[in-house]
């Protein structure tokens, strides 16, 4: 009988011009005791609101224990077996927040005004997974930035409750995972040891300064120090991997040039380089603001037909009639790329099954209707790999548990070793198999 030959994950196939590609799962890793399937995580959010009302409502009938989806999120019926839809949800603390400012809090529970937030549901697993890959996590917007306290343009916050900024430059995104080039390489090289200079620099300095400080400046500074220290760990593990050969991928059909002038290509993109760093394993958690409450971001309502803009149709929607049409016809265009994005998932084998069985994708609005911070409407799709159970529609509002327990449960699927989320009270068993 022939031996099985075994290859490590980590594994690059040369070729001319030293070019490495990163291998997919094969079947001769299977022994090998360091190989992991990733376990991902992908959080998707709209500002405002959705329509959730007659036939274009983001909720789902229930016929025959199947769910038939509406007029808007009709490219979700072919995958319904995949995905789980929630009412009934909401972050308490947050629910006397202002209208627009719950963007803010949708990953970390925490209110805007609170002056300790907790850290936001992805870095939370990016602390404990985060070194394996190249990328902790990706931070993604289509506005791009931070946004200001109340009009957040990014979901993410560090483990001090501090907004980390979205980028929304999809050339850089693609130059920083996957481009070679030797000139762009020296570049980098360049710029990560001038950032550790100037912290060597402060760092320096920062103990005869604390000798100066009363108690609690003295408090507010290691704090700040603290910071840096992370922003100097990031810089070392950085350093460290830029040893590792990036892989290469293709960027035939990336739309790398792509503005808000053309929002469905985009968007497109956008996705796109999320699938590819799923699949070559630069990170394993991403969050991506679609539409903040901040401001209209690619005219899409423009383009559409639909008027001057998402905010606009958001607050018309609750005038019912054709109102709810056009705010339904532009969840179908935020519905129609998603789906799109899923089937991809679901039609890439990875290990015993495909990488949509191992990555969970939430999709939703911290408004049920504009200025109202209740019963966000939620999608969850994918992860039956990490014991997420498929093809309901949960009513939860009899029970009122917060979404910080669905978070906690999403967390402990990851393999994080948590406890506690935010505000959680324990967990959401009906999302688990």
Known sequence: ????????RRTFLRGAGGVALSLPLLECMAADAEVEVPKRFLGLYIGHRFSLGGEWSFYPIVVDGEMRFSKSMAAFNPLAEHVTVLRGLEHPGCVSAGGHQTGDSFLTGSHVNRAAKSPSFDQIASMTHGHKTRYPSLVLGNEGG?????????LCYNQFGRPIPASNDIRGLFDAMFNSDPQLQKGQHSRLASDKHRLDHVLESYH??????G????QKLDQYMQALRDVEQEIQRMQRWMATPKPQVPSDGLALNASEKDPAAFIRTMYNLIYLAFKTDSTRYATYMLQSMNAEWGKISLALGLGP??????HNATLGGGHLEKLGKYDKFQADLLAEFITKLADTTEGEGTMLDNTVVMYGSSNSQTHVNRNYP????????LGLKHGAFH???DTKPPLSN???SLLNALDVPATQFSDSSGTISQIMA
Do not use: F
């Open 1 to 8: 009988m022939a031996n099985k030959t075994t290859i490590h």
């Open 146 to 154: 931070m946004g200001s306290i109340g009009l957040s343009k990014t």
């Open 208 to 213: 005869g300064l604390k000798r100066q400080l």
């Open 215 to 218: 108690r609690n400046d003295s």
């Open 309 to 314: 803009g998402h905010h606009v149709l958001a």
């Open 378 to 385: 939620l999608l969850l799709v994918g992860g039956e790999k």
């Open 395 to 397: 009513e939860l509002g």
């Open 406 to 408: 669905m978070y906690l």
